[in-house]
Nanobody, 122 residues
Framework: QVQLVESGGGSVRPGGSLRLSCAVS????????IGWFRQAPGKGREGVSC????????YYPDSVKGRFTISKDNSKNTVYLQMNSLKPEDTAVYYC???????????????WGQGTQVTVSS
């Protein structure tokens, strides 16, 4: 049974940092396409960052490029999202998810985690 369990969310002031973790069971993250998505209040879900052998480098939308970094530890079967220079507009529920090869779109997600809340506020 595939499970994705996120942790590391919380409240932080603008300019602060958080690191989200996604512990994976049921498959190995070595070569699996996997990523982070978020859903802000009143908005649809969007891709934040994805890893896949299809991408030469991880995918990031312009809104987070240079501030967020996705990584994984194969020995722990865990995927991380380091978020720096956080802004109020980064406030959202963040989800870890498996996704179709070559995509970082919510419509291409196969399995969702339960999500973790990130709130950026002064």
């Amino acid at each position: 049974q595939v499970q994705l369990v996120e942790s590391g969310g919380g409240s932080v002031r603008p300019g602060g940092s958080l690191r989200l973790s996604c512990a994976v069971s049921g498959f190995t993250v070595d070569y699996a396409p996997i990523g982070w998505f978020r859903q802000a209040p009143g908005k649809g879900r969007e891709g934040v960052s994805c890893l896949s052998d299809t991408f030469d480098t991880p995918y990031y939308p312009d809104s987070v490029k240079g501030r967020f970094t996705i990584s994984k530890d194969n020995s722990k079967n865990t995927v991380y999202l380091q978020m720096n220079s956080l802004k109020p507009e980064d406030t959202a529920v963040y989800y870890c998810a498996t996704v179709a090869w070559g995509y970082c779109e919510p419509s291409k997600v196969n399995i969702w985690g339960q999500g973790t809340q990130v709130t950026v506020s002064s």
